[in-house]
């Protein structure tokens, strides 16, 4: 491809997940043959590729990945009632199954670029909690489970019945205080260093069991005992200050297609659009400079023994040579598993009130004192058919532990199976197909900016995709600064004219 040699690049782009197709200019390239990186949807051919490329290291932010196709048992009706999976491309199985906040700014960047026009959201229902019934002892694992639903505000405080009277008056206090941005700020300058559960247990008086409902909320991966008020706080004030933006009972979307692949994969068919050159399947190996060129000081090799003239390059660093500032040193993971059930777990979903929209996911908290194995929780986040991910009658299940011994992948089985267990639907769903893996916990990227600070034709280091189970606005931050860094300008990020007459939409301008 002689043009790319010839052409001087303001900026190569390697790898599409969704930080870099938000910066999707002049020339994108990627080592895989697929669009979305760390945050790609697929299929179940894809997933099998995926695996093979994992287990032969091809794919630095992840490892220990399988597949595990269960024996299912037919049905009393006979063998003809077994049930099986779909066909491949009806699945659009998502490695970044985020949730996204109603008021987070990344829907608000969608909006200002026109990019929002391709892409369709669906509402995050409930949240339930597995809650095994004992008020004293939560640790008792022969008390009765059920999922019990998280309450949204005052009303179902009141309404629930398991909650003492004293409890109540305590959990309102503290909501109130969470909703409140200078009643929050406050209680973090006093109490910011103290754990979550210490500070609601000596500051509210609230027992174990609520505590676990409210640390639920905050999305953390580590438990009560080891999550800080400072990060708490700020967190359940996104949870509650979120409802009632797109309308009544819910606070949170999903992308439908494949969770924020599909946001990465439109963002990259908009940069097409406004002249960017996108080439799957072709790996940066080298980047060097050239101190005799200050328009295009860097020398970039793409594999395929291309040689381009640039003058930036960013990327994760799973996407670029490992360098001292992006080498993956020491490096943490968490499990993940993606499950394909065999029903389409309904009762998860109940409606949103008479005019609120039908969700199409739901999340569903293990509480951190429930298994043996590790002292975190167990996330589930559902999707249900509506979200384009699996064939009608079936449903999805992406489950997070922060741990990375071999129990792991056991308790993430576990817990699925404890879920399954009370979704008794015309008999109890069975999971057909799932997905296993750790994934890399993304560094604090402060190091990283650091060095490209020092020497600014140094690549722009961003963070490995974040396993934050709700999207991380702090990615804009990083997108946002690149792109003023690259392109001098301090006004105008992803605020975009309509480039082309049908481009984004087959509707006529009225």
Not at 167 to 195: M, T, W, Y
Not at 234 to 258: D, E, M, Y
Not at 464 to 493: H, M, Y
């Amino acid at each position: 491809m002689e043009p790319l040699r010839e052409t001087k690049w303001d900026l190569v782009l390697s790898g599409t997940g969704l930080t870099q197709s938000l910066l999707a200019l002049i020339l994108h390239a990627d080592k895989n043959d697929y669009y979305g990186g760390a945050e790609a949807a697929l299929s179940l051919q894809d997933a099998e590729e995926w695996v093979k490329r994992a287990k032969n290291r091809e794919l630095p932010a992840f490892r220990e990945a399988s597949i595990i196709k269960p024996e299912v048992a037919a049905t009393e009706e006979g063998a003809q009632q077994k049930p099986q999976l779909g066909f491949s491309r009806s699945y659009n199985l998502a490695l970044a199954p985020q949730l996204i906040y109603t008021r987070s700014i990344l829907l608000s960047t969608l909006v200002s670029s026109k990019t929002y026009r391709q892409l369709e959201f669906l509402a995050v229902g409930s949240w339930w909690i597995y809650d095994n019934e004992t008020r004293d002892e939560p640790s008792d694992q022969n008390a009765k489970a059920a999922l019990k639903k998280i309450p949204a505000g005052r009303e179902d405080v009141f309404a629930d019945k398991t909650i003492d009277i004293k409890s109540k008056r305590s959990l309102i206090k503290f909501v109130r205080l969470a909703a409140d941005p200078e009643a929050q700020a406050q209680a973090i300058n006093e109490h910011g260093d103290l754990s979550f559960g210490d500070y609601l247990t000596s500051h509210h008086g609230l027992p174990p069991r609520l505590q676990a409902a409210l640390h639920a909320l905050t999305l953390s991966l580590d438990p009560p005992s080891r999550t800080k008020t400072s990060y708490a706080l700020p967190r359940i004030f996104r949870h509650l200050a979120s409802f009632g933006v797109f309308g009544a009972g819910f606070n949170a979307v999903i992308p439908k297609w494949g969770g924020t692949a599909e946001i990465a994969q439109v963002a990259c068919r908009a940069g097409a659009v406004g002249g960017g050159v996108y080439m799957l399947g072709r790996s940066v190996v080298g980047v060097q400079q050239d101190p005799n060129d200050e328009d295009t000081p860097l020398r970039i090799s793409l594999e395929g023994e291309d040689v381009l003239s640039a003058r930036a390059v960013t990327g994760r660093p799973s996407d670029l040579p490992a360098t001292g500032s992006n080498a993956l040193n020491s490096p943490s993971y968490i499990a993940r598993s993606i499950s394909i059930v065999s029903s389409p777990l309904a009762s998860l979903f109940p409606a949103m009130g008479e005019n609120g929209p039908s969700p199409a996911g739901c999340v569903v908290v293990f509480p951190h004192y429930l298994f043996e194995e590790v002292d975190v929780p167990v996330y589930l986040v559902v999707h249900s058919s509506d979200a384009g991910e699996c064939p009608k009658g079936q449903s999805v299940v992406y489950a997070s532990v922060k741990a990375q011994d071999d129990s792991a992948f056991n308790v993430l089985d576990q817990a699925v199976g404890k879920l399954l267990s009370l979704c008794n639907e015309d008999g109890v769903p069975v999971v057909l197909w799932r997905l296993q893996y750790h994934q890399l916990v993304p560094k604090d990227s402060q190091s990283q900016r650091a060095a490209q600070e020092e020497n600014p034709n140094e690549p722009i280091i961003f963070p490995e995709s974040s396993v934050d189970l709700a999207f991380d606005d702090s990615i804009l931050k990083d997108v946002k600064d690149a792109w003023e860094q690259i392109s001098g300008e301090t006004e105008g990020f992803m605020q975009f004219d309509d480039r082309e007459v049908g481009a984004y939409d087959d509707e006529d301008d009225e």
